[in-house]
């Protein structure tokens, strides 16, 4: 099995939706960006699962930041598994299982897309560490307000947005994303974050995740995000229609599903859409994805879910995010992004 197919046999058990929106790529683009999921993936179990102590979930992500600066050997990638609780879904323990030959791909991969890839992983892994060691209590996630909730998913999702545009840059030369690029990737992570936040509203409350402090004021932030992510799109070079489809279904999919998530809340109960209207909606963005009309038009229409008002929220100062955050993002753009507040 080659990687690309070995990769896409985990996605396939861990995230349907950007599993097949993943699948749509071409060369090597496929294969970072399945392995940078799959290492993200497991950055994400650290967080999730139920730890005894908070002292042995910072062990796990120590172990996880050491295995990115130094190949680890079989064993110790096999104790570091050994460590994790036994409570995990299947799909996640099976990446587990697997978790020396992500790490050995991971260090044979070229110098500047394995740079790329550590820094961004690195950025999740002390974001996350943050947030479980400053956030949570008896093993309860909570967040406050809407600047937390923004750092959370700059973290969780924001720099994903930072790495698949400076890995996708590798492929192009005349594609040069510049600050404001990044900064729409970085919009663009947070609107599907935040979508899935209030998506899983009810399943993270079970699990002891209070992640929607507020469900209307998270739900009004969403049409900014949206916005810059579409902008984005619409600068992906048409002759890549792969990395158009991957970004214009995960776009189109999070908007096409809001009417769903909003009725599941509503009535208690998961309510998704279907396979089938899924397949033909993500059909019919495919066969449009290198028309921009079509695409505004359809992008005006879709984003009508969003109905709601963005409401102005106090900023605090976040000096922990020196030095957890290494990236392209200027501490202006961390502002813009609501993450930080403004220098006076």
């Given at each position: 099995m080659d990687k690309?197919?070995?990769?896409?046999?985990?996605?396939?058990?861990?995230?349907r939706s950007f599993a097949l929106c993943i699948a749509q790529l071409h060369g090597p683009l496929r294969e970072r960006v399945a392995l940078s999921y799959i290492?993200?993936?497991?950055?994400?179990?650290?967080?999730?699962?139920?730890?005894?102590?908070?002292?042995?979930?910072?062990?796990?992500f120590r172990c996880f930041n050491q295995f990115l600066e130094v190949q680890p050997t079989e064993n110790?990638?096999?104790?570091?598994?050994?460590?994790?609780?036994?409570?995990?879904?299947?799909?996640?323990?099976?990446?587990?299982?697997e978790a020396f030959i992500f790490f050995g791909d991971f260090h044979?991969?070229?110098?500047?897309?394995?740079?790329?890839?550590?820094?961004?992983?690195m950025n999740m892994s002390r974001g996350m560490l943050h947030f479980t060691q400053n956030h949570s209590a008896n093993g309860q996630l909570t967040l406050t307000s809407l600047q937390e909730t923004n750092q959370y998913c700059f973290f969780v999702a924001g720099v994903v947005g930072e790495l698949l545009t400076e890995v996708f840059a590798l492929e192009n030369s005349a594609y040069v994303p510049g600050a404001d690029q990044l900064e729409k990737a970085v919009h663009f992570g947070l609107f599907l974050q935040k979508v899935n936040l209030l998506k899983d509203?009810?399943?993270?409350?079970?699990?002891?995740?209070f992640l929607v402090f507020d469900r209307d004021v998270l739900r009004g932030s969403l049409l900014l995000h949206a916005e810059n992510a579409f902008r984005y799109l619409l600068s992906i070079p048409m002759e890549r229609t792969d990395f158009r489809?991957?970004?214009?279904?995960?776009?189109?999919?999070?908007?096409?599903?809001m009417p769903y998530i909003d009725r599941s809340w509503a009535e208690k109960k998961r309510i998704k859409i279907s396979r089938l209207e899924a397949f033909n909606y993500l059909s019919q963005v495919q066969r449009h994805v290198g028309d921009e009309q079509w695409l505004k038009d359809q992008f005006s229409k879709s984003a009508g879910?969003?109905?709601?008002t963005a409401v102005p929220f106090p900023m605090t100062q976040a000096p922990w995010l020196v030095g957890t955050y290494q990236g392209a993002l200027s501490s202006t753009q961390l502002a813009s992004l609501a993450i930080i507040p403004h220098n006076p």
């Open positions: 690309a197919a070995f990769y896409q046999s985990h996605l396939n058990r861990v995230s290492l993200c993936r497991l950055i994400d179990t650290i967080e999730d699962s139920n730890w005894p102590t908070s002292f042995s979930q910072l062990e796990a110790e990638v096999q104790k570091w598994v050994s460590m994790f609780p036994k409570s995990i879904p299947q799909g996640e323990q099976d990446l587990l299982d044979t991969l070229d110098a500047k897309p394995k740079l790329i890839l550590y820094r961004s992983l509203q009810m399943d993270d409350c079970e699990a002891g995740r489809v991957f970004c214009a279904w995960s776009l189109f999919l999070g908007l096409k599903s879910a969003l109905q709601g």
